[in-house]
């Protein structure tokens, strides 16, 4: 794989390890998967498995750079991937608050 | 005592940032900019894009320019003060220190040379006095840049980088000082941030824009400082780093003998003479040296572009050559050989460094950024950008939560926060953005035409200081302030014609950049085009709210005159 597919790859891993640290908070998880269950989805586990995830991506970006490099690169990454999260779990709350509202209305 | 100290935080958080946050702005915006200060720099001296270059041959190409290099006419008048006895004339003084270096991102060869001068200082810390000379070399003609290229200002490198870390205030070199208190107050500003902050990880990733104004305002503050945290931490600390020799000159100032004696130490330790013999000498073939130090490189397996080539005791039997890398592999720089300048044998690698010079070297490099990686140059890009969305949303979140408070009180406070704001944010983008037009536009043979770019810069911040004064008036009284829409208004209009006029003047337009293959010109080109629609969208969000509230004012004021006629 090139680099430019690493850096991708761990771009997606990390933002796929802080979707799992938004969704161990309640308030998130209430607000994306309404009331559903946490059956198997521990807050607890969710974290762990958003910590190895973002351990995971710090790998990736050291097969595409020098680890002093990726350590950089892994670091901004991890900020742009929780910027991600954030802006999905904004948007998701616009979009599934529009139609709730027409239908007050009606 | 906890809510307390919490709260001496929070006070220390709001005053300290409203304080030195204008500063901060510049500083954080202009750092941003300076990451890509090459490629500016070739769109605003279009004789000069051209693709990058290794550095030519020094025998051939650097040696026969030296002697036609004269020390810089300021420089001298800042030595002639610092020095007693009038200066030698300036045709006797000879080079007697050489640099030349290019990198990845640069078509030029920068060469700077060092002038001893015999005068002894006035300063008796000071040992002995320098002038200093400097010019550019084209490699394609192996001749130094003509045309009045060397006069032209080179906007990412002279102008927006200096802005950065020194806000072009030289006197006293006050500017530096400035600059080192804004990052300071960054510092405390963070950490006090951190304190405050009640519910770090339950809102980590909480922006609620339908909440009212100050609610979401302050999300958008919190998320941009949180998230950028570790970025935002390390390039203040890098930074102030940088100049901590200057802030604490303990070494350098205040413990002379004790630094004489470390730099004999240091030349006993690597062997690389302290100072001239005194006997003039014949310099040897320094292409060998160069190639010499890539055989070396090209043993260690890393990538072996010379970086930069400097000659110290140059013309003297003393003399010694350094060959820099040009670390396009590693965030440290710092990577030299050194060579005898009589006879080419190598005297001295730098070793690999100890712990202590490792993490300085990284701190200075991730600052710096020397590095050849696209990726990383972006996401720091972006990253100072998210640094000047924090500042900003914090200037917003001043005035929404008190200019209600201070209608009632008829405190005029939070609209002149407010117009400060609109001059620091829209207001600067507004001054670059002409900048970079006026670059286009005015033409080449204009006298001070530097002089003229720079002085439209200023005099249209001030401008912007004016207009945001002017129609700041409705936040006295609680309303909003319609600067913001206007000058985002200016800041679209003119960043699509800076666009537009340099697709006249050069015949470099997106089409062509892109198709050529010339991200220097293409990405100034493409970031200015993203920031007119960012400016527009914002302008056309704000003016539809605005129109939105006159209306409902007028219908609650309506029916109130009505009742007054009945």
Known sequence: MSDAGFLLAALLTAIIGMACFALSIDTHWAQLLGKRERAIAHPLTLRVGGAALLAIAFFICTMADPVLMAVLVWTMLLTMAAFVVALAITVHARLSAVPRRDHRAE | ?566
């Not at chain 2, 720099?41 to 190409?61: C, G, H, M, N």
């Not at chain 2, 001295?348 to 100890?354: A, D, G, L």
């Open chain 2, 1 to 566: 005592m906890r809510e307390t100290f919490r709260q001496s935080m929070a006070y220390l958080h709001t005053w300290l940032g409203l304080a030195l946050g204008f500063l901060l702005m510049v500083i954080f915006f202009f750092g941003s900019l300076s990451v890509f200060d090459r490629e500016i720099d070739r769109w605003s001296i279009p004789e000069t894009r051209a693709p990058a270059a290794p550095l030519p041959s020094f025998d051939k190409v650097v040696l026969p320019i030296v002697p036609s290099v004269k020390p810089d006419a300021d420089d001298m008048a800042r030595a002639a003060a610092e020095v007693i006895g009038p200066l030698p004339p300036v045709e006797t003084l000879r080079a007697t220190g050489i640099w030349v270096g290019s990198n990845h991102r640069d078509p030029l060869v920068r060469m700077f040379l060092e002038f001893d001068i015999p005068n002894k200082p006035v300063d008796p810390n000071q040992d002995h006095g320098h002038v200093h000379g400097n010019t550019a070399i084209d490699p394609a003609t192996g001749q130094r840049l003509t045309g009045g290229l060397e006069d032209r200002l080179a906007i990412g490198t002279r102008f927006f980088f200096p802005m950065h870390f020194m806000l072009h205030v030289e006197w006293a070199m006050l500017g530096y000082w400035i600059v080192g208190l804004a990052g300071m107050t960054m510092l405390a500003a963070l950490v006090s941030g951190v304190v405050m902050h009640r519910r770090i990880f339950r809102e980590f990733f909480t922006f609620r824009p339908e909440k009212n104004r100050l609610r979401s305002t302050l999300d958008l503050h919190n998320m941009t400082g949180v998230l950028a945290l570790p970025f935002l931490f390390v390039i203040t600390f890098s930074g102030l780093l940088i100049f901590a020799d200057f802030y604490v000159p303990s070494v350098t100032k205040l413990m002379r003998p004790l630094e004489k004696s470390q730099e004999t130490a240091e030349a006993g330790r690597t062997g690389l003479p302290e100072d001239p013999a005194g006997q003039p000498g014949q310099l040897a073939s320094v292409d060998k040296m160069m190639s010499d130090a890539k055989a070396r490189w090209a043993e260690r397996g890393v990538p072996g572009e010379v970086g930069f080539v400097s000659v110290t005791h140059f013309g003297d039997v003393n003399a010694y050559v350094t060959v820099g890398r040009d670390n396009v592999d590693r965030v440290a720089t710092q990577e030299e050989i050194h060579f005898n300048g009589m006879t080419g044998e190598l005297m001295y690698e730098n070793p690999p460094t100890r712990p202590i010079e490792a993490v300085k070297g990284f701190l200075y490099g991730l600052h710096f950024q020397h590095f050849k990686h696209w990726g990383l140059r972006w996401l720091l890009f972006v990253g100072g950008l998210i640094g000047c969305a924090c500042i900003a949303t914090g200037f917003l979140f001043f005035v929404e939560k008190r200019k209600r408070k201070h209608a009632a009180a008829g405190s005029i406070g939070s609209s002149v926060v407010d117009a400060l704001a609109v001059t620091s944010v829209t207001g600067m983008l507004v001054a670059t953005a002409t900048m970079m037009l006026a670059n286009r536009v005015l033409p080449v043979d204009l006298p001070a035409h530097d002089t003229w770019q720079k002085s439209i810069f200023w005099f249209t911040w001030l401008a912007t200081l004016v207009h945001a004064g002017l129609r700041s008036k409705p936040v006295a009284s609680g309303g909003a302030s319609s600067a913001w829409a206007e000058q985002c208004w200016a800041v679209a209009a003119l960043a699509t014609m800076a666009v537009l006029a340099n697709w006249v003047t050069t015949g470099d337009h997106l089409l062509k950049t892109l198709s050529d293959g010339y991200w220097p010109v293409a990405g100034v080109d493409i970031v200015m085009l993203i920031a007119a629609a960012a400016a527009g969208g914002t302008a056309y969000v704000l003016s539809r709210r605005s129109q939105f509230f006159t209306a409902a004012a007028r219908e609650m004021s309506a029916p109130a005159v009505g009742s007054q006629n009945v």
